[in-house]
């Protein structure tokens, strides 16, 4: 009788083992439910694509160590094409079973997902297009912003760049933006800027990116005496500019924001009148975190691994937010990890990524300029990190 | 002011070579060729793979990449447009379309949507070219413009004088009168298709060598396919003075007007002519109708 009481007590507890240890199972299975809408393919894919793989390879990493939390991380792909209507479809799908979406695609596409985020209370980070205003403080609770590069702060950035190479000297400085709303609001922001600080200005010159050829547009910087170019646009734009104008002949310099493309094409320009500044360490410093990236990413992604930084330094920054998040995470929850989040950059950038309740772009931002310098036959940093508060 | 005309004559040779591809099409099969902005793309690329993925010396690799061009219009015409015969004409056009968007979305799978420069991979430079006035080119800009005179002298002799471009002329003139006598018509309009891919691979290789190379170079072939109407759809005269009608707008209006005008000019150019000469400035009015 004793020995039936303890084998049925014994089957009961095995049952009740077996029945938790499947509920953990279970539990632990469950993933943390993110959205990313990119501009994976497209016209302006050449930019974000790099984010969707850096994201993908990230993530998979994280994933095979056992997730965040005991809990992997499951990112839902949307192709916007950098198209807004595609980007209204997206984010509406994105919506429906995440805690947070991130955006990297064009700024063409960021009033339907914020519009989305604002209606379904959802945090939205954007990861590798450039920082909407709602990010700079007064930050909007559910906008933030990882990227590299923001507007009025780069503007800020080149033109104290330009003053100092200058050392005292008169310059004549033009201006190539691309025809999207951006990249000329930033640009004849920048324009005035010029003239309170003493420049003399050639009015912005807006050039469409489906140019055939940007020979005429060069003239017209060029014809109008340039000493300096500054172009803040997507790559096409900014380098095409450039190269038309050394095809004809003019021998000024030139200052673009560094997109993922720049290393690749300071090498093979080698112009030393090419100025690229940005917030991403190039690969060319060869830091352990540069290894490190080249090494993961290595049979993983269609671009080269100094594409990855921009995407790189987001995923890492949803990492710490998703670990602060703890488990179950929430839109609420995340959104208030995001809003505390500190991230040590381990060199990707000039220092660490620090948001606060007010500021979802970054407490400090840090800017360094490269270019060709024939004398070491390589590309070379034009001296050490700016910093710059945002306040 | 010379600068101007420099730019003209080069953003005009570009348009000529792509819009030949047009019109001999069109003279040959009545089909208005939509893809013909991809095949530009398509011979950039080409150009690419070779080079790159072969490693063929320049000189083996330009006419290796140009003589693969000329091949896939061949094989576009046998494989999808041969098909299409004794179909409405509008079908025929809907798979140019297609065919467009589909070699967009291979380019993009194989080569990704990084810009590349086949130039540098050649081991070839662009160095500026000084003319008199001031004005300064490329060397590619300079080898688009010659390269434009020699395909359309070419082109001109070819249909004039060759047997085989006497056939192409007559195919396309009276084609039932053609058939008659004989002419093998699917050789003509594979031959309509090579020579289009052709020009369109040139034209592809001269941009990627001279500017870069992208998947999204085909809406070039948007504003080359407004400088075949302003021309007229059936002339290959027409192409040349369309081409530098446009471009000169396009030019001068980034030069003294708003640059962004420059983006729609081709169009702009091609809504005027169609309210004053809808059959284009040599093409034929009996045309239209067809159109």
Redesign the interface.
């Known amino acids: 009788m004793r020995r039936r009481v303890s084998l049925t007590w014994g089957g009961v507890l095995l049952a009740s083992g077996l029945y938790a240890g499947s509920l953990a199972t279970v539990e632990a299975a469950d993933p943390y439910r993110i959205g990313m809408g990119a501009a994976i393919t497209g016209r302006f894919s050449g930019g974000y694509a790099p984010t969707y793989e850096a994201y993908k390879a990230y993530f998979k990493r994280v994933n095979d160590a056992g997730g965040i939390n005991g809990h992997p991380v499951e990112i839902t792909y949307e192709d916007d094409r950098g198209e807004p209507q595609r980007a209204a479809a997206a984010a509406k799908k994105l919506a429906e079973n995440s805690i947070l979406i991130i955006n990297a695609s064009i700024s063409a596409t960021y009033k339907p997902y914020m519009t989305e985020s604002e209606t379904d209370k959802i945090p939205l980070m954007f990861g590798g297009g450039v920082c909407p205003r709602e990010a700079f403080p007064p930050a909007s609770p559910l906008i933030f912003c990882s990227t590299s590069f923001g507007s009025k702060w780069d503007s800020r950035f080149t033109l104290s760049f330009i003053k100092e190479q200058a050392a005292g000297k008169k310059v004549k400085i033009g201006f190539a933006a691309q025809d999207i709303p951006l990249s000329r609001i930033e640009l004849e922001f920048a324009e005035q800027l010029a003239k309170e600080m003493g420049f003399e200005v050639i009015p912005v010159v807006v050039v469409p990116g489906t140019a055939a050829d940007f020979t005429p547009f060069a003239q017209k910087l060029k014809d109008a005496g340039a000493d300096w170019v500054f172009s803040w646009a997507p790559w096409g734009v900014e380098i095409g500019v450039f190269e038309a104008l050394q095809r004809i002949g003019w021998k000024g310099n030139y200052i673009l924001y560094g997109h993922q493309q720049t290393e690749d094409e300071l090498a093979r320009l080698r112009a030393p009148n090419l100025y690229a500044f940005g917030g991403n360490a190039l690969f060319t410093e060869n830091l352990p975190i540069h290894a490190e990236i080249t090494r993961l990413v290595k049979g993983q992604t269609t671009h080269p691994p100094h594409y990855m930084a921009e995407g790189w330094v987001s995923a890492m920054v949803l990492e710490a937010a998703l670990k602060q998040c703890g488990w179950p995470c929430t839109r609420e929850k995340i959104a208030a990890a995001l809003a505390t989040v500190t991230l040590d950059t381990k060199g990707l950038r000039g220092g660490p990524i620090e948001w606060t309740a007010d500021n979802h772009y970054r407490k400090t931002t840090y800017y360094k300029v490269y270019r060709w310098d024939p004398a070491k036959n390589a590309i070379a940093a034009v001296g050490g990190w700016t910093k710059l508060d945002i306040k | 002011m010379t ?2 005309l420099a ?1 003209t004559l ?2 005009a040779s ?2 000529a070579l792509l819009g030949a591809g047009y019109v001999l099409v069109y003279r040959a099969s009545r089909v208005l060729n939509l893809a013909q902005g991809d095949l530009l793309t398509l011979g950039g690329y080409l150009l690419f793979a070779v080079t790159g993925t072969i490693g063929a010396a320049p000189a083996l690799a330009v006419p290796l990449a140009l003589g693969l061009s000329t091949l896939a219009g061949f094989l576009i015409y046998h494989a999808l447009m041969r098909p299409m015969a004794g179909h409405p004409i509008f079908a025929a056009v809907l798979v140019t379309v297609t065919l467009g968007i589909l070699l967009r979305a291979a380019i ?1 799978l194989i080569f ?4 590349r ?1 086949p130039l ?1 991979m050649l081991g070839w430079r ?1 160095p ?1 070219f ?1 003319l008199p006035g001031g004005t ?3 060397t590619f ?1 300079l080898a688009t413009v010659a390269t434009a005179v020699v395909v359309f002298a070419a082109l001109f002799l070819f249909l004039r004088f060759s047997p085989i471009g006497i056939q192409m002329r007559a195919a396309g003139e009276r084609a039932l009168l053609a058939s008659q006598r004989g002419i093998n018509f699917q050789f003509i309009f594979a031959l309509a298709w090579a020579l289009a891919a052709f020009c369109g691979g040139l034209a592809g290789m001269l941009y990627a060598c001279n ?2 190379l ?3 170079l085909d ?2 072939g948007l ?1 080359a396919f407004a400088v075949a109407l302003v021309g007229g759809l059936d002339s290959l005269a027409g192409v040349i003075p369309a081409a530098l009608i446009v471009a000169g707008i ?2 001068l209006s ?2 003294y007007g708003n ?2 005008l ?2 729609v000019s081709p169009f702009l150019c091609l809504l005027a002519m169609l309210l004053v000469r809808p059959w284009g400035l040599l093409g034929t009015k009996e045309e239209l109708d067809r159109v």
């Open positions: 600068q101007a730019t080069v953003v570009l348009y993009v990704t949507d990084r810009i420069h540098t662009n500026p000084p300064v080119v490329s800009d500017i870069r992208e998947p999204s809406v070039l504003k396009e030019v980034i030069r640059p962004l420059s983006d």
